[in-house]
């Protein structure tokens, strides 16, 4: 009987773990395929790409990368998502269409700067929408992404 109770503390320990792995300072850490900041929504990881600062323009573009938790490419045909930007006092919503295997894009009027909150909003297939929480320009590591 105690080998069993010494399993499931060993087994509820590493569950542990693998939930704080994922926490934003952990996936800001990581390496990011495509130059974006990664966040955890629900059981995939969302990596949001956005214009440099000072980019000015009516169409900046608006990229997000769906993966799951191992990095593995999660398909977007049939996914639809919207990304609202919030920053210097303005917020704007950019729809979001499947443009590639695992890919969603879009563009809108935005003003890519240091203080850039986003919020991503994507539903898979019909899927209920899983949300994440950005700040693209944010210091990270010694860092901007």
């Known amino acids: 009987m105690k080998t069993i109770s010494t399993l499931f503390a060993v087994l509820m320990l590493s569950l542990g773990g693998a939930a704080v792995a994922h926490d934003d300072a952990m996936l800001d850490a990581m390496k990011t395929a495509n130059g974006g900041q990664l966040r955890a929504a ?3 990881h969302y990596e949001l790409v956005v214009a440099k600062p ?4 009516d169409a900046l573009p608006v990229v997000v990368y769906v993966t799951d938790h191992a990095g593995t490419k999660v398909p977007t ?5 919207t990304v609202t930007l919030l920053a210097g ?3 704007s919503t950019v729809q979001l269409q499947p443009a590639g295997e695992n890919v ?6 935005y003003m890519p700067q240091a203080g850039l909150k986003a919020i991503v909003s994507v539903s ?4 209920p929408a899983a949300q994440a ?3 693209p320009f944010a210091a990270v590591g ?3 992404h």
């Open 42 to 44: 629900g059981i995939h």
């Open 54 to 57: 000072g980019t000015k323009g």
């Open 77 to 81: 045909q049939g996914a639809t998502g």
């Open 89 to 91: 006092g303005q917020k």
């Open 104 to 109: 969603l894009k879009g563009s809108g009027v």
């Open 124 to 127: 898979l297939n019909g899927q």
């Open 133 to 135: 929480r950005f700040e």
């Open 142 to 144: 010694g860092h901007n």
